[in-house]
């Protein structure tokens, strides 16, 4: 549903191959992260959280969070 709402706002064929792009990375890299957190130990959880939250996000990667943003809002 969320990808439904996304696609009918998009105004180009690029905007559209990028959301189609990010859709399915997110989709496959979650739940590829979920099967993994199934092996984890609390304290691996903890410490891969706490990894997770210094990421900083890589610059080319910018325009495709802008493009969400605004297409989820």
Same mark, same amino acid.
């Given at each position: @549903?969320?990808? *439904?709402? @996304? #696609?009918?706002? #998009?105004?180009?064929? /690029?905007?559209? !191959?990028?959301?189609? *792009?990010?859709? !399915?990375?997110?989709?496959? *890299?979650?739940? /590829?992260? /979920?099967?993994?957190?199934?092996? !984890?130990?609390? $304290?691996? %959880?903890?410490?891969?959280?706490?990894?997770?939250?210094?990421?900083? #996000?890589?610059? *080319?990667?910018?325009?495709?969070? $802008?493009? /969400?943003? %605004?297409?989820?809002?």
């Amino acid at each position: @549903m969320l990808y *439904q709402n @996304m #696609v009918d706002k #998009v105004n180009t064929q /690029l905007d559209l !191959f990028i959301i189609t *792009q990010i859709y !399915f990375q997110v989709k496959f *890299q979650l739940e /590829l992260l /979920l099967r993994t957190l199934q092996y !984890f130990t609390n $304290s691996d %959880k903890a410490k891969f959280i706490s990894f997770l939250s210094n990421c900083q #996000v890589p610059p *080319q990667q910018e325009y495709q969070i $802008s493009l /969400l943003d %605004k297409l989820c809002n």
